[in-house]
């Protein structure tokens, strides 16, 4: 039996153990990555396994992380 349920990008921002890493949303798959530069070397193999999809990334701050707002 196949899981068809969307994984959304509220529902990983509010799981707490994705905190403190970026996530890539692609194709109903995540991937996440401790740094910056390792995100985006997943997205760049991402984007040639999956040419017709639209990766949604965000980096997910650690429960006692301040976050500036201007």
Known sequence: ???NKKISMIKLMSD????GKHII???NQVF???TGKTANKIID???KKYPKEIPAMTYIPKA???ILWL
């Open 32 to 34: 996440t990555a401790k």
């Open 1 to 3: 039996m196949e899981n």
């Open 45 to 47: 193999r991402l984007e």
């Open 16 to 19: 707490p153990q994705y905190q």
């Open 25 to 27: 949303l692609i194709a």
């Open 64 to 66: 006692d992380t301040l």
